[in-house]
């Protein structure tokens, strides 16, 4: 089960790039608090704990709780946007969305692939090609899953690993239904693939010169 962050804030009375700046001098990150049929409420976040979730992968698409002052309970939420400052990497802004048991959120669910040692095909030296590293689905916000694991045990080389191989859990479901999408392949060695490639490129060269003596010979 994944760990749910709790944040602390405090509602924001002014706003604009000036405060906002004031704000994350004194270790705070501005955010927005936004959906549940309510008003948007502009609020500061703690810099440590809102850090502490983003650098662990916790932040993102993670269900986690804000803590209001003046409010009774704790508002579960979920970061929908973060931004990030291109040059000293501190965050800038993150945008939340209150949701409840009844909300459905599309998100990327990231994909781990189990059992490598029983691949037959990676064995032989073939390679793990991932497509996709992660899956995205529609699924309830309280209930978004933490991880798919893929069993690729018994592979061999040329197989390819698709969407239905995933079992979802109950009320999640793919974002694109109009195929069984690649997610990984098990590829051939880059070795095998050269030899393979040199062995049709001798072919041709052959088959070249079987047709340009045959032609010699036609000619005479």
């Not at 500061?44 to 709780?65: I, M, P, Q």
């Not at 095998?192 to 000619?219: I, N, P, Q, Y």
């Amino acid at each position: 089960m994944a760990e749910t962050d709790v944040f602390y804030c405090e509602t924001r009375d002014k706003t604009g790039t000036g405060n906002a700046r004031a704000a994350r001098r004194d270790g705070w990150v501005p955010a927005v608090l936004y959906g549940g049929d309510l008003d948007p409420v502009a609020v500061a976040l703690r810099e440590n704990e809102v850090k502490k979730a983003y650098v662990n992968g916790r932040l993102l698409a993670h269900l986690a709780k804000i803590d209001v002052p003046g409010e009774d309970g704790q508002q579960p939420v979920i970061a929908r946007d973060v931004q990030v400052h291109p040059v000293k990497g501190h965050l800038v802004h993150v945008d939340l969305m209150r949701v409840n048991e009844k909300t459905r959120i599309d998100v990327a669910v990231p994909v781990r692939f189990i059992n490598e040692e029983s691949s037959p095909g990676l064995k032989k030296g073939g390679v793990l090609n991932v497509v996709r590293h992660d899956v995205e689905v529609y699924a309830p916000a309280t209930a978004i899953p933490e991880v798919f694991e893929i069993d690729v045990s018994g592979l061999e080389i040329g197989d390819g690993i698709h969407a239905s191989t995933i079992n979802l859990p109950q009320g999640v479901t793919f974002v694109i239904t109009d195929r069984d999408f690649t997610i990984a392949t098990i590829a051939a060695p880059s070795a095998l693939r050269s030899s393979e490639d040199e062995g049709e490129e001798a072919e041709g060269e052959a088959e070249g010169e079987e047709e340009s003596k045959d032609e010699g010979e036609k000619e005479e």
